[in-house]
T-cell receptor, first 114, second 117 residues
Framework: ETGVTQSPTHLIKTRGQQVTLRCSSQ?????VSWYQQALGQGPQFIFQ???????GRGNFPPRFSGLQFPNYSSELNVNALELDDSALYLC?????????????FGPGTRLTVL | AQTVTQSQPEMSVQEAETVTLSCTYD???????LFWYKQPPSRQMILVIR??????QNATENRFSVNFQKAAKSFSLKISDSQLGDAAMYFC??????????????FGTGTLLAVQP
């Protein structure tokens, strides 16, 4: 088990709604990355936050947004939900100053959009 | 753009036997990391083994070892003495070594490993 936690575990929303997912990083980590894992696929990078600033973004539309707080925990917000947003959302924390920069993953939030 | 390919959607191995999972990748970079992650049914992704591209020696972690062929851009995972607890989805992943820049992981599509008792 890593020290990364995510909430909620499961979530069901309808199209057009908004959702907020939360992630608490492992102690000592200052960077949080978010990934979307569709069923049967590998995780896809959404974005990364370092010291409360977005530090890189994957190929996701602006309705995917995030925040990082002073304690390095993070939120992923998705507006105007679409059916294709149904997926497992993973967050991973890391310590950017470490050369190996290993990412530690949380258990994920399973989002279902109806 | 970098890509990671896992051509084996599913694999099966008998308990105590050895299995090899394949991974190929494409990149124009010379300095990078390669990883194998395990995702059990409980979903938490766990790092199995890591290889730094500039190191010629293949990484080993207990029963897990890799065969890293940089010129061929191949990175296979060998699991020896397979155990029931090894059953999981295995992902191969790539990460460039960019210093302070974004260290995003690029994943393959995964190989589902079943271990038969």
């Amino acid at each position: 088990e890593t020290g990364v936690t995510q909430s909620p575990t499961h979530l069901i929303k309808t199209r057009g709604q908004q959702v907020t997912l939360r992630c608490s990083s492992q102690s000592g980590h200052n960077t949080v990355s978010w990934y979307q894992q569709a069923l049967g696929q590998g995780p896809q990078f959404i974005f990364q936050y370092y010291r409360e600033e977005e530090n890189g973004r994957g190929n996701f539309p602006p309705r995917f947004s995030g925040l990082q707080f002073p304690n390095y925990s993070s939120e992923l917000n998705v507006n105007a939900l679409e059916l294709d947003d149904s997926a497992l959302y993973l967050c991973a924390s890391s310590e950017k100053t470490r050369q190996d920069n290993e990412q530690f993953f949380g258990p994920g939030t399973r989002l279902t959009v109806l | 753009a970098q890509t990671v390919t896992q051509s084996q959607p599913e694999m099966s191995v008998q308990e105590a036997e050895t299995v090899t999972l394949s991974c190929t990748y494409d990149t124009s970079e010379s300095d990078y990391y390669l990883f194998w992650y395990k995702q059990p049914p409980s979903r938490q992704m766990i790092l199995v083994i890591r290889q730094e591209a500039y190191k010629q020696q293949n990484a080993t972690e207990n029963r897990f070892s890799v065969n890293f062929q940089k010129a061929a851009k191949s990175f296979s995972l060998k699991i020896s003495d397979s155990q029931l607890g090894d059953a999981a989805m295995y992902f191969c992943a790539y990460r460039g070594n960019y210093g302070g820049a974004t260290n995003k992981l690029i994943f393959g599509t995964g190989t589902l490993l079943a271990v038969q008792p």
